[in-house]
């Protein structure tokens, strides 16, 4: 499979899982008990560790200098993250959890974008193709997600986001090796 569609895959399973999480997400965490306060908490969590964990991460691939490698254990780590939130109601928990959320998921995408731009500037490559695809991935996940859900009572927006989390996981073990 050439790159830009190992990238194109890698922006639509990672922007279906935003597509899922975004507006099903909190929906999710009060079905199973938080009140609208703890949910707001838990967010903010995986919001503000963000802002941290995108440059630590940055330093860690400049240094490390692959990004597939760091992409896959964020991957994994994104995926166990979703998965543990199965297993506990232990608030405390929960915020941990969160916690080993905004460390994993968010630093992804910025070194994706590194990736694409990389290649798009040294193969000539068109970036907004590859990147189409995240885009119209998020919105047929919001939409299709929503239909989904009502339709299929038994069917959970964690199930739909742990698909698109190991989505993320295969589809980075696809992406190119680049060295920084």
Same mark, same amino acid.
């Given at each position: ?7 194109? @895959?890698?922006? $639509?399973?990672a922007?279906f899982v @935003?597509?899922?999480y975004? *507006?099903f997400? +909190? !929906? ?7 009140e *609208?306060r703890? =949910?707001?908490i ?6 503000w560790?963000?802002?941290a964990?995108? +440059?630590?991460v %940055?330093?860690?691939? &400049?240094?490390y200098?692959?990004l597939?490698? =760091?992409?896959v254990?964020?991957? @994994? ?6 998965f543990?939130?199965?297993? #506990? #109601?232990?608030?405390t928990?929960? =915020? !941990?959890?969160?916690?080993?959320? $905004? ?6 995408? *910025?070194? %994706?974008?590194?990736?694409t731009? &990389?290649i !798009?500037s040294? #193969? $000539?490559?068109d970036?907004?193709r ?7 991935a998020? =919105?047929?996940?919001?939409l299709?997600g929503g239909t ?5 009572? &038994?069917?959970? !927006?964690?199930?739909l @986001?742990?698909? $698109?989390? %190991?989505?993320?996981v ?6 190119? &090796?680049?060295?920084l």
């Amino acid at each position: 499979v050439n790159t830009p569609i190992r990238l194109s @895959i890698f922006y $639509g399973t990672a922007f279906f899982v @935003i597509g899922v999480y975004t *507006p099903f997400w +909190p !929906a999710w965490l009060s079905e199973n008990g938080l009140e *609208p306060r703890e =949910i707001g908490i838990l967010l903010a969590v995986t919001t503000w560790t963000r802002v941290a964990a995108g +440059p630590l991460v %940055a330093q860690a691939a &400049d240094h490390y200098g692959q990004l597939k490698p =760091i992409m896959v254990a964020l991957a @994994i780590m994104t995926l166990f993250s979703f998965f543990l939130y199965s297993q #506990t #109601t232990n608030y405390t928990l929960l =915020i !941990a959890i969160a916690f080993l959320l $905004g460390c994993s998921f968010s630093p992804m995408l *910025p070194l %994706a974008e590194t990736m694409t731009l &990389d290649i !798009a500037s040294n #193969t $000539g490559v068109d970036y907004g193709r590859m990147r189409l695809w995240g885009s119209l991935a998020f =919105i047929l996940a919001a939409l299709g997600g929503g239909t989904l859900l009502n339709s299929r009572p &038994d069917l959970q !927006a964690l199930d739909l @986001i742990l698909f $698109g989390c %190991a989505a993320i996981v295969l589809s980075c073990f696809l992406l190119p &090796d680049l060295q920084l």
